[in-house]
């Protein structure tokens, strides 16, 4: 069964950083491309990150370029968003996906919160 | 990036009724990269319809999909009340991968 948990979330003052982690079960994991997916409160879906299944190529979304760092260690079968400098409008739901070839997200984790505020 | 126009943003239907969701987008994809999600009150999101129109593993077969370049819908023939949620439109064609806004989805 595949599973996904993140852990790391809370909440954190502006300009300060927090790093996520998503370990992965039930499937090879460093066969797949993997992803993060955030949602604010009472919002829509938002792709934030992707990277490779070997982890030499990512890609950003505008709202986070610069700012967070998206990285994995296949051998721990783990996913890792380390978030800088963040904002208010950073404040969501952090989700870990599973990203298919044809780039659906296949597998999601159960989310983790993720509050900035002073 | 690739705007995706998903309408209505909500939905009141009776249970048996039959519900269609229409998701536009701002330039023509292929339909191997065009999928639809359900998120339930206080879930992560579910994939229900990948590349269009096939259904995902364990979906009912009340739910399906259709469409080509860049008009798609998705459809659920006969709403159950465990139906009830949000459904996002989503494209992979290219980065960004981005989503609908959504359309909620009610018991009447």
Redesign the interface.
């Known amino acids: 069964e595949v599973q996904l948990v993140e852990s790391g979330g809370g909440l954190v003052q502006p300009g300060r950083s927090l790093k996520l982690s998503c370990a992965a079960s039930g499937f090879t994991f460093s066969d797949y491309n993997m992803?993060w997916?955030r949602q604010a409160p009472t919002k829509?879906?938002?792709?934030v990150a992707?990277i490779s299944y070997g982890g030499s190529n990512t890609?950003y979304?505008?709202s986070v370029k610069g700012r967070f760092t998206i990285s994995r260690d296949n051998a721990k079968s783990t996913l890792y968003l380390q978030m800088d400098s963040l904002r208010s409008e950073d404040t969501a739901t952090y989700?870990c996906a599973r990203l298919?070839y044809?780039?659906?997200?296949?597998?999601?984790?159960?989310?983790v919160m993720v509050t900035v505020s002073s | 990036a690739i705007v995706l126009n998903q309408s209505p943003s909500s939905i009141i239907a009776s249970q048996g009724e039959k519900v269609t969701i229409t998701c536009r987008a701002s330039s023509s994809i292929s339909s191997?990269?065009l999928?639809w999600?359900q998120?339930k009150p206080g879930a992560?999101?579910?994939?229900v319809i990948?590349?269009t129109s096939y259904r995902?593993s364990g979906v009912p077969s009340r739910f399906s999909g259709s469409g080509s370049g860049t008009s798609y819908s998705f459809t659920i023939s006969r709403v159950e009340a465990e139906d009830v949620a949000t459904y996002?439109c989503?494209?992979?064609?290219s980065?960004?991968?981005?989503?609908?806004?959504?359309t909620k989805l009610e018991l009447k």
């Open positions: 992803a997916v829509g879906l938002e792709w992707s890609h979304g505008d989700y298919t044809w780039g659906y997200f296949d597998y999601w984790g159960q989310g | 191997n990269y999928h999600y998120q992560f999101p579910k994939l990948y590349s995902a996002y989503q494209q992979g064609s980065n960004p991968p981005t989503f609908g806004a959504g």
